[in-house]
C-alpha cells in the first residue's frame, strides 16, 4: 500500500524534457542545460552552453564506453536531467532516479488490488546504477542526500565544495575534482605572492561560495593577509544589488585585489556593475574556477575584466569530444531534446522546422534561418568545456568499477547477471568505485582519496590583451605548492595602458623600510603607521626596537647588531707619524750628545758640565722621547703601566738634574758672599744621591698611584657609534699624577730666576733659566689644549706626544748646544782658562794671584785659602771651589779676579789663551 502511494507521488514530478538512453544498467546524469529563471520560473529560455556540453559528454562518454566493450556483455544508457542551476529543481529531477530504483526492487512481497502482482514500466530499460552531477555544489549536496537514502552513489564532474568532503552527510559522494579548499589554499598563495595584504572578496550565496570564501579568509588570516571588504551575492540578485557590493568595495580604495568566490552568473552582475560605476581601471581579480577561463561571461566586459587572474582545474581538452561536438547537428541528434534550442541560439537563427507558417509571411524579411551547412566550429567560435575532461572521467569511472564488479560478482558470464543487478549501491561505492585508479584518454590519471575527492591540480590563468581581442594565457599552476612566471602576467595600469611587468599593490599600509617597525593603527590590524628606530637600535620583530647597548650597532638590515671596531691611534695615521717623527729626530740628537760626551769626557768643558747629572738628564730626556712610542701603542696593561712609569720617571730625572744643578749654582754663589767655607753636598756623588732621591719621591708617587688605580684599558663612548680604547685613566688624573714633576719645574724655574744675575762666564743658569721658561710655556698652553680635545682621543694623545717630545728638546737643544758646539766646531776652546768677558789674555806671574789673595785674606786665613783653592784647582775637572774663592775675593773687593784667576789656572795648567763657558 505504502508503495503504490510512492509510485503516485513520483509520478506527479516525472513531467519534463529529458535524454533517455536504454541500457542494461542505467547512469543518471544532472546538468545546467538552461541558467535560471526569473521570479517564479524555475528555468530560462537560454541555453547554457557549458551545461549542454556536459551532457553531450556524458553521451559521448557512453558512447565509447559501449563501443570498446569494457563490461562484457552489457550495455551501459543513460537517465539525463537538466537542473536549470537550482538544487530544488535538480532535487525534483533526481526523484526519477529514485522511482528507476525502486521499480528495479524485489516486488514479490507486493500485489495490486486486483491480486496481479505490480508490473515495472517498459519504458525503463535497466536499474540506475549511479549519478553523474551535479555541477554547483548547492546541487550536489541537495541530490546527495537524497541518493543517499537509496543506496545511489554519485559521482560530480564540478562540485568543489569542501562540506561535500564530509563523508557523515554525503557518504556515497565522490567526485573527479578537488574540494574548494585546495583552490583557496591556492588562491592565498597568489596573494602571498604578490604581497597583496588588503583585499576584499565577493562570495555567491550558498554552498560554493560561502564554503570557498570561509576556507580563504581562514587561509589568508594565517598569512596575515586582510580582508577590507566582505560581500555576499544574494540568489536572485538584480542590478541594484550588484551596484551596491561594488560601491562597498570603492570605499576601501587600497584594496585594489577583489577575491570571487562566485557562480558564473554572478560574475557576469559584478563586472557590469564595475563598468557602470568606475571612472578608471580599479580593481584586480582572483577568481575561482566559477569564472575559470570562460569567454561567453565576458561579452561586453572584456575591458573590465582584463588582467584578472582565475584558478581553473587543470585539465585537458579531449580531441575526440571536439570531433564529436563538430558532427551534431539537429536532424542527426534526436536523442538530445534541447540541442535544437542550442543550435538555434549559437547560431542566432531559427530552424525551419520551427517557423511556423503565419509568422514566416509576417515577417519574412526578418528571420534568420539556418541553413543546412551550419557545424559547431565551422561557422561559429566554440570552445571546448574546462569540464568536460572530468564528466568523461566521472563516467568512466563508473564503467571501470562496473567492470571490476562483473568480473567478482558474475563470474566471467557475459551480461547483466543477478547479483550484479542487486548489488548494494553502498557496498558498490566502497568497493569498488572509491578503488577505481586508471589514466583516461588524455593521459590524466583518475583515482580518489578516502574521502572521494579527486587530484588537486590547478592552472592558473591571466586574461589578457591580444591583437585580436581578449584570451586566457597559463601563467601557472599549483599541485600541492604554487609554481608561477611572473614575467609571463600582464596587468593594466591605472591609465588603461598595459605595462610589461607591472605588478600592482593591493595593501592598506605600505611596508615599512628597513629599520623601521609599524605603530598599528586601533581597530584594524593590517593598516599602521612605520616609525623608525634610533641608529643604535635594531628591529627585533615588526612592532619592536631594541638597544644594542654599547659598544654594539646595528648591521645595514637592522636585523641584528655587531661589536664596534675598536678605535686606538694605528701606527700609519698621520695622528701617529708626525709624533713619531719628531720623537725620532730627538732620540737622534740625545744619542748624538750622549756619543759626543762619551768621546770627550775627559775635556774641560764635559767635566764642567758635571758629567754624571749631564748624563742622568741625557737618560730623562731620552725617556721622554721614547714615551711617544708607548702612547702610540694599543692600550693593554702593560703598555698602561709603562705611560705611567714613563712619563713620570722621565720628567723626574730631567726636572730632578736640573733642579739639583741650579740649587747647586745658588748655594755655592749664595755662600760666597757669606763666608769662605765651602757648601756641603756639592760633590758629584752627592748631586746624584740627591737627583735620585728626588726621583725616588715620583717612583713612590706612581707605586701607590698603581695600586689606587689599578693599571688596565677602558671603553670610551664619546657617542654610540663610537668605541675608544683608552687606558683606564681620567684626564685628571693624569694630570695629578704629575704635579710631583710640576713641582719640580715650579722649583727649578725659581731657581734660574735666582742666579739669572751671575757673571756672564757662569752662564749654563742663562740656559737652565731659558729651558724652564720656555717648558712652563709649552704647559701652560698644553693643559686647555690637553682637556679641551678630551672626545677626539688622536688630537689628545698626538698633542701629548708632541708638548713632550718638545719640553725634552727644549731641554736638550738649550742645555747642550752651546757645550756640543765648542766640543765640535771649537775645540781649541775648550780649555780650563777662566775669564769673565771672554776675551784673550796674558797669564800674570802665580805669586801675584797668590799675593793678591793673601792680602785679602789678612794672613793666616789667606794662606788657608790659598791652599784649599790650590787642591781644588788640582781636581780633574773645574771645580766649583775655585769659583767660589774667585767670587768671594770679588765680592770683598780686596782682590783683582784676573789675578787669581791667573794664579788658580797656572797651577792646573802650562801656558795657553782660552775662554771656557761654564
Not at 539525463?80 to 526492487?105: M, P, Q
Not at 695629578?736 to 719640580?744: A, C, D, E, I
Amino acid at each position: 500500500m505504502m508503495k503504490s502511494l510512492l509510485y503516485t507521488f513520483l509520478a506527479f514530478y516525472v513531467d519534463s524534457l529529458s535524454i533517455k538512453l536504454p541500457g542494461d544498467v542505467i547512469l543518471g546524469g544532472l546538468f545546467p542545460v538552461h541558467d535560471k529563471g526569473e521570479k517564479n520560473n524555475y528555468c530560462s529560455t537560454k541555453v547554457y552552453d557549458r551545461g549542454l556540453q556536459r551532457a553531450e559528454a556524458m553521451l559521448f562518454a557512453i558512447d565509447e564506453i559501449n563501443k570498446r566493450g569494457m563490461i562484457p556483455g552489457i550495455v551501459l544508457g543513460a537517465s539525463i536531467f537538466d537542473t536549470c542551476s537550482r538544487d530544488t529543481y535538480a532535487l525534483n529531477r533526481s526523484l526519477e532516479f529514485v522511482k528507476a530504483s525502486l521499480n528495479s526492487l524485489d516486488t514479490s512481497g507486493f500485489e495490486c488490488r486486483d491480486g496481479w502482482p505490480p508490473k515495472q514500466k517498459t519504458s525503463q530499460s535497466g536499474p540506475v546504477i549511479g549519478v553523474v552531477g551535479g555541477s554547483y555544489s548547492s546541487v550536489s549536496m541537495q541530490v546527495a542526500n537524497l541518493l543517499r537514502l537509496f543506496h545511489i552513489p554519485q559521482i560530480s564532474p564540478a562540485s568543489t565544495s569542501k562540506a561535500l568532503s564530509d563523508k557523515s552527510k554525503y557518504e556515497l559522494f565522490a567526485r573527479t575534482v578537488p574540494p574548494d579548499t585546495f583552490q583557496a589554499i591556492a588562491i592565498v598563495d597568489i596573494l602571498e605572492l604578490f604581497n597583496w595584504t588588503y583585499v576584499s572578496t565577493i562570495a555567491s550565496e550558498g554552498t560554493y561560495g560561502e564554503a570557498g570564501i570561509e576556507v580563504f579568509h581562514r587561509r589568508a588570516a594565517e598569512r596575515n593577509i586582510c580582508v577590507a571588504v566582505a560581500e555576499k551575492v544574494p540568489d536572485h540578485a538584480d542590478t541594484k544589488r550588484f551596484d551596491q557590493i561594488v560601491e562597498s568595495l570603492l570605499k576601501k580604495p587600497n584594496a585594489k585585489a577583489v577575491v570571487l568566490f562566485t557562480r558564473a552568473d554572478d560574475i557576469r552582475g559584478i563586472l557590469a556593475a564595475a563598468k557602470r560605476l568606475l571612472q578608471q581601471r580599479q580593481f584586480f581579480w582572483i577568481a575561482s574556477d566559477g569564472w575559470g577561463r570562460q569567454t561567453k561571461i565576458l561579452e561586453g566586459l572584456e575591458d573590465v575584466a582584463e588582467g584578472a587572474l582565475t584558478v581553473e582545474l587543470e585539465s585537458r581538452k579531449v580531441p575526440a569530444f571536439d570531433e564529436y561536438m563538430a558532427s551534431l547537428t539537429p536532424e542527426n541528434n534526436i536523442r538530445n531534446p534541447w540541442f535544437d534550442d542550442y543550435w538555434q541560439d549559437i547560431f542566432n537563427c531559427i530552424l525551419p522546422k520551427n517557423i511556423k507558417p503565419k509568422t514566416a509571411q509576417s515577417t519574412e524579411s526578418f528571420i534568420n534561418i539556418c541553413l543546412p551547412n551550419m557545424r559547431i566550429g565551422r561557422n561559429m567560435s566554440y570552445e571546448q568545456d574546462s569540464k568536460i575532461q572530468f564528466v568523461i572521467e566521472a563516467v568512466e569511472a563508473f564503467a571501470h568499477a562496473l567492470m571490476a564488479l562483473h568480473r567478482d560478482v558474475c563470474q566471467g558470464r557475459p551480461g547483466l547477471c543477478a547479483a550484479m543487478k542487486n548489488f548494494d549501491g553502498s557496498e558498490f561505492y566502497s568497493e569498488y568505485l572509491l578503488r577505481v585508479n586508471f589514466v583516461d584518454s588524455v593521459g590524466s590519471e583518475v583515482k580518489f582519496d578516502s574521502q572521494g575527492d579527486g587530484l588537486a591540480r590547478y592552472m592558473i590563468m591571466n586574461y589578457q590583451k591580444t591583437p585580436e581581442g581578449h584570451d586566457y594565457k597559463v601563467v601557472g599552476k599549483w599541485y600541492n605548492s604554487l609554481t608561477l612566471d611572473i614575467q609571463k602576467i600582464e596587468f593594466p595600469s591605472e591609465d588603461n595602458e598595459t605595462y610589461f611587468p607591472y605588478l600592482p599593490t593591493s595593501v592598506c599600509s605600505l611596508p615599512c623600510k628597513i629599520g623601521e617597525i609599524k605603530i598599528m593603527q586601533q581597530g584594524d590590524t593590517c593598516c599602521w603607521i612605520c616609525n623608525r628606530c634610533e641608529p643604535w637600535e635594531y628591529v627585533y620583530d615588526e612592532f619592536t626596537c631594541i638597544d644594542c647597548g654599547l659598544g654594539m650597532w646595528p648591521y645595514e638590515d637592522k636585523t641584528g647588531c655587531y661589536e664596534l671596531e675598536h678605535q686606538y691611534i694605528r701606527w700609519d695615521s698621520s695622528f701617529a707619524v708626525a709624533p713619531i717623527c719628531v720623537s725620532c729626530f730627538g732620540i737622534f740628537l740625545t744619542l748624538s750628545v750622549i756619543t759626543i760626551f762619551v768621546r770627550n769626557l775627559e775635556t774641560p768643558i764635559v767635566k764642567a758640565s758635571g758629567r754624571e747629572l749631564s748624563f742622568m738628564l741625557l737618560f730623562g730626556i731620552l725617556i721622554c722621547y721614547l714615551n711617544t712610542f708607548i702612547l702610540l701603542a694599543k692600550p693593554s696593561t702593560l703598555t698602561c703601566s709603562l705611560q705611567r712609569v714613563g712619563i713620570g720617571i722621565g720628567f723626574s730625572l730631567t726636572y730632578a738634574a736640573l733642579f739639583t744643578k741650579t740649587n747647586r749654582i745658588s748655594r755655592i754663589f749664595n755662600a760666597a758672599s757669606t763666608s769662605a767655607k765651602r757648601p756641603e753636598f756639592i760633590s758629584p756623588k752627592s748631586q746624584v744621591a740627591i737627583t735620585c732621591s728626588l726621583v725616588a719621591v715620583q717612583v713612590a708617587i706612581i707605586g701607590m698611584w698603581m695600586l689606587v688605580e689599578t693599571p688596565g684599558t677602558r671603553y670610551h663612548h664619546p657617542s654610540r657609534s663610537e668605541v675608544i680604547l683608552k687606558c683606564k685613566l681620567e684626564d685628571s688624573t693624569f694630570l695629578v699624577s704629575q704635579s710631583y714633576n710640576m713641582f719640580l719645574v715650579l722649583i727649578c724655574t725659581i731657581y734660574a730666576v735666582k742666579t739669572r744675575k751671575i757673571p756672564e762666564n757662569f752662564n749654563e743658569s742663562k740656559f737652565i733659566g731659558f729651558t724652564m721658561y720656555t717648558t712652563c710655556i709649552i704647559w701652560l698652553a698644553f693643559i686647555p689644549l690637553y682637556f679641551g680635545t678630551g672626545d677626539a682621543f688622536q688630537i689628545q694623545i698626538t698633542t701629548l706626544c708632541i708638548a713632550i717630545s718638545l719640553s725634552a728638546t727644549v731641554a736638550l737643544v738649550c742645555l747642550y748646544s752651546p757645550k756640543v758646539y765648542i766640543i765640535v766646531l771649537h775645540p781649541d776652546k775648550n780649555v780650563r782658562k777662566l775669564t769673565l768677558n771672554a776675551a784673550t789674555y796674558k797669564r800674570p806671574p802665580a805669586a801675584a794671584i797668590a799675593a793678591a789673595v793673601a792680602q785679602a785674606s789678612h794672613g793666616p786665613a789667606l794662606l788657608s785659602s790659598h791652599k784649599s783653592i790650590e787642591a781644588e784647582v788640582a781636581d780633574s775637572m773645574l771645580n766649583e771651589s775655585v769659583k767660589l774663592q774667585v767670587m768671594q775675593t770679588l765680592n770683598s773687593g780686596h782682590v783683582i779676579v784676573n789675578n787669581l784667576a791667573e794664579e788658580l789656572d797656572s797651577q792646573t795648567e802650562g801656558p795657553h789663551e782660552g775662554t771656557v763657558l761654564l
